[in-house]
T-cell receptor
Framework: GDSVTQTEGLVTLTKGLPVMLNCTYQ??????LFWYVQHLNEAPKLLLK?????KRTEHQGFYATLHKSSSSFHLQKSSVQLSDSALYFC??????????FGSGTRLLVSP | DPKIIQKPKYLVAVTGSEKILICEQY?????MYWYRQSAKKPLEFMFS???????DNQTASSRFQPQSSKKNHLDLQITALKPDDSATYFC???????????FGPGTRLLVL
């Protein structure tokens, strides 16, 4: 069935370093992916969503590229800030327009 | 002004009791959802509604019953509460099913 895999449960980094949070998916339908971010004691909110194959989408310094060849939509940022510490969810829109969320990756940025 | 209202913000219940979690959205969206978040499961999809019709139900237990009295309302009734039901329950909505979802602030439920 349709699924999303986020391999890292926790990523810890020092501020200023680059980050990549992994997201791979499985679907038999045309994929449409989202990244949601949830800060502590807040609700999840959309960070960015996919465009066409191999096209990069960006928002607030984060970027991701949908690669259908590798079924991936990894989230990246060139220089993380303390305020980026949060829980990040990758989500897949499947056939029938159901959305499946990954298990989440917690990013902790230290000074 | 908040666009998605969830009431109450916090809720303490005793085992075996019944509670209703309220969700109202003022975004003009046609799809609404319920999610549960706990230490065990970071974000667990429960239900989705589209134009007031149940589309997806991922909740094994019949103790959880969504109720849609109006297009912009999707309440969640939970019966025979158990301590394991303790979690934060998020309501969300999207323009149409499968579109970007907007989450409410959540109801934090504690079952003693």
């Amino acid at each position: 069935g349709d699924s999303v895999t986020q391999t890292e449960g926790l990523v810890t980094l020092t501020k200023g370093l680059p980050v990549m949070l992994n997201c791979t998916y499985q679907t038999t339908y045309s994929p449409f992916l989202f990244w949601y971010v949830q800060h502590l004691n807040e609700a999840p909110k959309l960070l960015l969503k996919s465009s066409t194959d191999n096209k990069r989408t960006e928002h607030q310094g984060f970027y991701a590229t949908l690669h259908k060849s590798s079924s991936s939509f990894h989230l990246q940022k060139s220089s993380v800030q303390l305020s980026d510490s949060a829980l990040y969810f990758c989500a897949l829109r499947t056939g029938g327009y159901k959305v499946v969320f990954g298990s989440g990756t917690r990013l902790l940025v230290s000074p | 002004d908040p666009k998605i209202i969830q009431k109450p913000k916090y809720l303490v219940a005793v085992t075996g009791s019944e509670k209703i979690l309220i969700c109202e959205q003022y975004l003009g969206h046609n799809a609404m959802y319920w999610y549960r978040q706990s230490a065990k499961k970071p974000l667990e999809f429960m239900f989705s509604y589209s134009y007031q019709k149940l589309m997806d139900n991922q909740t094994a237990s019949s103790r959880f019953q969504p109720q849609s009295s109006k297009k912009n309302h999707l309440d969640l009734q939970i019966t025979a509460l158990k301590p394991d039901d303790s979690a934060t329950y998020f309501c969300a909505s999207s323009q149409v099913r499968g579109d970007t979802q907007y989450f409410g602030p959540g109801t934090r439920l504690l079952v003693l």
